[in-house]
Structures are given as structure tokens and as C-alpha cells.
């Protein structure tokens, strides 16, 4: 069953939208000026942003004719939090392991 942070993770695995992720860190861009930095059409830009937006890891508001993406912070939270949860649970096993093994050296 995939989770909220593994689909996030796998939202960003495309390195497509892993560079329109990292072009709005800059701050928000509509998808014409994204476009303009990348080597893909705008429709597949269009097409990444809808896939980051369901992940929760961007969010849009309409500015005058055009739409402005950013990055949703609370996404990226979530992101962070799951993959430090990952990482406490593999150094606990690590240390469990490491102290199993110093007993049975014992």
C-alpha cells in the first residue's frame, strides 16, 4: 500500500518534474516561464504540474489570464517528515543489529 510520502517520492522520481520542483524554489512561475527553462513543451509541463499538484508538492492560484505554481510547503513537510521517519527507522535497526552483535561476541 503506497503512502502519502512514497507517493511523493514518486512524483519526484521523473527528473522532469524534479526540475520544475527545483525551478520553483526560485519562487512561483507560471507554466510558460518554466517551460522556457526546460527541454520539454509546455503541455508536458502542464502535464508534471498536475502530477506534483495531486502529490501535494505544488499549488497554483490565478493570476490575471495565467496561472502562478508554487511549492506547497505543508507537501514538502510531509515529505521531510516521512523520510525522517525512514531514516530513524533504519538507524535503529542498525543499532539493534550492532548490539545484537557485540552480544553474541561476548
Not at 5 to 28: C, K, N, V, Y
Not at 39 to 54: E, G, M, N, T
Not at 70 to 91: F, K, N, Q, V
Amino acid at each position: 500500500m503506497a503512502t502519502y510520502g512514497s507517493d511523493r517520492l514518486a512524483a519526484l522520481a521523473d527528473p522532469s518534474r524534479r526540475a520544475i520542483f527545483e525551478a520553483l524554489r526560485a519562487g512561483p512561475r507560471a507554466v510558460g516561464e518554466l517551460a522556457a527553462d526546460l527541454p520539454i513543451s509546455r503541455p508536458a509541463v502542464s502535464q508534471h504540474l498536475k502530477v506534483l499538484k495531486a502529490a501535494g508538492l505544488v499549488t497554483d492560484r490565478a493570476a490575471g489570464t495565467k496561472r502562478l505554481y508554487r511549492l506547497e510547503p505543508a507537501g514538502i513537510a510531509a515529505l521531510r517528515a516521512y523520510l525522517d521517519g525512514m531514516w530513524s527507522d533504519a538507524l535503529k535497526s542498525f543499532a539493534d543489529l550492532a548490539e545484537r552483535t557485540e552480544e553474541e561476541q561476548s
